[in-house]
């Protein structure tokens, strides 16, 4: 059993083949799909997917990337997806300092006031950060900043429900340690498969094995051996084959771990 806990189900590359490539991660073993949502049109069409698709799920946000016209009608139309019973998160949210098209405050505006709804409705979120290997393009400190003064605000309390997940985690060991003792998760993605990939996967052997989703954000970031393919679920596994590698586990002992850690990341009380 594995879960891939961020795809992007709606987008067109998946416009011809879309019912299959669910079929094919079912075939190997993907129970459960969450399919994100970055903007007004992404955040219904993921919640048309989850009605339509019993292994599919979805979480809704307005993506740092696409904030440009956050307001208050954004907002409310957020909130009334999030009460819909297939959705299970609110994201991708966060701060974008890589492409950086959106102004940084407008993204910092949307971000803490969906931080905000997501205590409201009761729902963890899903976290983007990315940033450029300079310090004027560091959204991994902005991120932290706003996040961890939120968290203070709302703290964990332990057990079964987590704060949220930092997507596709590409953070050091000091943001890694903190996120983790905040009460989030940290996701992994197929640069974990990657030969370039030393520090991360140097850091995922520290990582405490209850605190790591898998992740394949299909279309995007396909694992080895699919580089320079379109990704799709039922390559998460390959993520987990390499996390288990990375652990010194067996496949079996990783796939349960991080089964077990998206259950609790979307307060599933049951799988």
Known sequence: MLIDTHAHLDLPQFDADRHATIERAVAVGVTRIV????????NRAAVALAEQYSAVYAAVGIHPG???GW???????VRT??????????????????????????QARAFQAQLDLAVEVGKPVVIHIRSKPDPTHDAHSATWAILSAWAARHPWQGGDRPLGVLHCFA??????????????MLGVDGPLTYKSARDLQAQATAWPRDRVVVETDAPYLPPVPYRGQRNE????????????????VTPTEAAQATTDAARRLFWWDEL
């Open 71 to 77: 307001d208050d009608a954004a907002l409310a139309e």
């Open 233 to 248: 679920p039922a390559y998460v596994r390959l993520v987990a084959d390499r996390l288990a590698e990375v652990w010194g």
């Open 171 to 184: 953070g050091d060991a000091a943001l890694a340690h903190a996120a983790v003792a905040a009460g989030f």
């Open 66 to 68: 696409a904030a440009t």
């Open 35 to 42: 399919t994100i949502g970055i903007d007004a049109a992404s």
């Open 81 to 106: 997806l999030l009460a819909h019973p297939r959705v299970v998160a609110l994201g991708e949210i966060g701060l974008d300092y890589y492409w950086d098209d959106t102004p940084r405050d407008t």
